[in-house]
């Protein structure tokens, strides 16, 4: 009986060998669609990252410009910029980080890949689910350079067991900001001794940039104007997109990651450790860094007074560096697009590419002028270069999104393969907006083999999918005008104000009032690039007929102010507010479901077939809320507002405001943020004034265009007008051959 048990036992651990030593993940699919993985295509060889624990270092300098960087899909590439001085670029150094994934990543498949300034520093299977893993990478001797620096990260994810679509959207790689840093052996590194050098303070462990404000009594105009004039120019130097400002009584005691002191004040009132520049302070305009003991950077504006410190201010600005460097959070060219021109897909950072997976994404990202006013007609065009393999089914598509919203789905047809060679995807224009666009390009994939999926299918599947990072993306000529109110245009471009001589604004006379005017200003000149030249006055002093800003809390506005803000406090507007809230634009009555119906086939709403524009009521402002509002003012000008119930509250909220992704969805004539930081409720205007900037045939034709596509009654009305005149004209001709023969 003993014998028969254990040939029976051998030979099942003979037929159960190969399963124990997979290395692959499970395979759960039927035999009957078993599919033989290719194997796999040899790849250029570079340094493997080993985890490891490095000693102290002697100085580091933080990297990401946010608290983490997530990589999220099968393949995801992030790039970030910082800055060295020469004497940081010079120095050997080390790059460490650590990382965490998703469990269902599939290390065996999954890479994650680093690059400094296009040198491939090395490369590691993505294997630390359970817990982050500390990586260390040696930079080779010549790769840092003094001034901007790009890390370029790259992800290859491929997932466990599953070989869906759906099942991409499980991966992800993060990276903590706090430990992705650049080491240097010496310790005395930290020091930036010129102007031009100021990108390099860097961030903190979180990606923020703090400009710590020492100054005297700020409820002096030309204290004010002085203080908003640096915070922009530093803003722009530093290269940050959100900087955080604070008031200080006293000089940092030691040197802080991504922390810069200013000091700004007249001669005879600068702090004692700051003694020695007193005399070429009372000599004439000041701007320098100093270096004191504590080591802490620090930049002296002065002057023998108030007057002699806005000229130092005036000519700061060419010593700090072109505006055009790259941003911290920019990793990848952001061109100017104007209309008719285009641009290679290469130029702005999107590569050629093999992908052997499901689900391919891309982004690029391009600027558009203030005055574009192509939002409702017309149609840009990304000529593609790419293709696809036999295996790839029918129901796959491209999908593109422009600014987050979904712009255009093109399916892939063919059935056999198929060479996309110069095939134009037009792009409707209805999202993009004066500044910064992003469009994002991802590519959904259904194949045979897939529906399949043997084990390790997911990593070994061969190419299905070729982008070409030669593609286009083309602009039509279009409009050239502006819709005001609108708070994109300042968010994106500072215009109008950026093009005045001088611009009123009106601050608070409380410490929190006057953070927030610098966070506002300071926020402004990040995203466009461009100083405001704010002149500080009072409320009486203030002009309608002038653009302006006023940044206040609303008990301190005057009434007559906040009436022609657009927004309604305290108690005003409340009731109906609460009343209103469930109110829409879809008709009521025996004939809602059909004109809901209708509007909804059409992509129409309710207020593109109006006749008379409605009125814009006062919007009603939360207890807790802050409150961004542009109104065009009777006499000519047009007036933001930045205001909250109290001080505190309009402090906080600049802080949430000047944050990337709600700066973003700024938009319309009232932005509003809760504290609850649920996003930003945007108010749109019923009735914008259009200014155009050119009164060529040709972009008064776009102009009109786009005009009509948004009053479509109107539209209508002037095609029937024309059809009257046309049929008096045609018999009245009639008439007069009649009356002839």
């Known amino acids: 009986m003993i014998r028969p048990i254990f040939l029976a036992a051998l030979l099942a ?204 009594d700020l409820r002096d105009p030309q204290a004010l ?37 200013l000091v700004l004040a007249p001669a005879e009132a600068l702090p004692e450790p700051l003694g020695m520049s007193r005399g070429a302070a009372a000599a004439g305009p000041l701007a320098a860094m100093v270096n004191l003991p504590s080591g802490a950077n620090t930049l002296v504006v002065s002057g023998p007074d108030w007057a002699a410190i806005g000229r130092a201010g005036a000519e700061l600005m060419p010593t700090l560096g072109a505006s055009s460097r790259p941003r911290v959070d920019l990793g990848y060219p952001v061109p100017m697009l104007q209309g008719g021109q285009s641009v290679t897909l290469s130029s702005i950072g999107a590569e ?110 061969p190419t299905r999918f070729v982008f070409s990072g030669g593609s286009q993306l083309r602009l039509p000529d279009y409009a050239r005008a502006a819709a005001l109110p609108d708070l994109r245009v300042l968010t994106g471009t500072a215009w109008p104000y950026a093009d005045r001589q001088s611009v009123p604004i009106v601050v608070g006379e409380d410490e929190q009032s006057v953070v927030a005017a610098m966070m506002l200003a300071a926020r402004i000149a990040t995203a466009s690039g461009k100083v405001i030249p704010f002149s500080p006055m009072t409320q009486a002093q203030v002009s309608p007929a002038l653009d302006a800003v006023l940044v206040k809390p609303m008990p301190s506005l005057d009434p007559a102010l906040l009436a022609r803000s657009g927004l309604a406090g305290g108690g005003a507007g409340r009731t109906d507010a609460v009343l209103d809230r469930f109110v829409t634009d879809t008709p009521g009555g025996p004939w809602a479901g059909p004109a809901e119906w209708l509007l909804r086939g059409v992509g129409l709403e309710l207020r593109d077939l109006r006749i008379v524009p409605f009125a814009d009521a006062p919007h009603p402002v939360g207890d807790r809320a802050l409150a961004l509002a542009q109104a065009r003012q009777p006499e000519g000008g047009l007036w933001t507002l930045l205001t909250a119930a109290d001080a505190p509250d309009l402090r906080a909220g600049a802080e949430r405001l000047i944050v990337t992704r709600n700066w973003r969805d700024i938009a319309g004539r009232v932005s509003t943020m809760t504290p609850a930081n649920e996003g ?33 009654l109107m539209f209508t009305a002037l095609v029937a007008s024309a059809c009257v005149l046309l049929m008096l004209a045609t018999s009245f001709l009639l008439g007069q051959r009649r009356r002839g023969e």
């Open 13 to 216: 651990s003979v037929s159960l060998a190969p399963v124990l030593a997979q290395t692959v993940p499970f395979d759960m699919s039927p035999e009957s669609g078993l599919i033989v993985p290719a194997p796999p295509e040899p790849s250029v060889t570079v340094p493997e990252m080993a985890p490891q624990v490095l000693p102290a270092p002697g100085f580091s300098r933080h990297l990401l410009p946010g608290p983490s960087l997530r990589l999220a899909g099968e393949d995801s590439r992030q790039a970030v910029v910082f800055y060295l001085t020469a004497a940081q670029a010079e120095s050997a150094a080390r790059l460490q980080f650590s990382y965490l994934n998703a469990v269902v990543v599939a290390p065996e498949f999954s890479s994650l890949n680093l690059a400094l300034n296009q040198t491939v520093l090395g490369t590691t299977p993505i294997a630390s689910s359970a817990a982050p893993s500390v990586i260390a990478l040696d930079v080779p001797a010549g790769v840092l350079r003094a001034g901007a620096n790009v890390l370029e990260i790259h992800a290859s994810q491929r997932h466990r067991t599953d070989c869906t679509i759906e099942s991409t959207y499980e991966l992800w790689t993060e990276l903590r900001g706090d430990s992705l840093t650049l080491n240097f052996a010496d310790d005395d590194l930290s020091i930036i001794s010129q102007l031009p050098e100021l990108g390099a303070v860097g961030v903190d462990s979180d990606g923020r940039t703090t400009l710590r404000l020492i100054t005297g």
């Open 225 to 261: 104007g002085a203080a908003l004039q640096l915070t922009q120019q530093l803003a722009i130097a530093l290269r940050v997109a959100e900087l955080h400002i604070e008031l200080a009584d006293a000089l940092s005691s030691a040197p802080t990651p991504g922390v810069l002191d």
């Open 352 to 461: 050629t590419v093999e992908f052997n997976g499901r689900r391919f994404t891309n982004r690029f990202q391009f600027e558009l002028p203030a005055d574009f006013y192509a939002y409702r007609y017309g149609d840009a065009e990304l000529v593609l270069d790419a293709a696809y393999s036999a295996d790839v089914l029918p129901g796959s598509e491209i999908d593109i999104y422009t600014n987050g919203q979904i712009a255009s789905a093109t399916p892939l047809l063919q059935t056999d393969g198929g060479l996309l060679r110069n095939t134009i995807i037009r792009i409707p224009m209805t999202n993009l907006r004066p500044g910064r666009n992003e469009v994002d390009i991802a590519v959904h994939l259904n194949t045979r083999s897939d529906a399949a999926c043997p084990a390790g299918w997911t990593g070994q599947a």
């Open 680 to 712: 930003v409720t945007v108010v749109a205007a019923n009735n914008p004034v259009i200014e155009v900037s050119s009164f060529s045939p040709a972009n008064l034709r776009f102009v009109a265009a786009n005009w009509f596509s948004g009053n479509i």
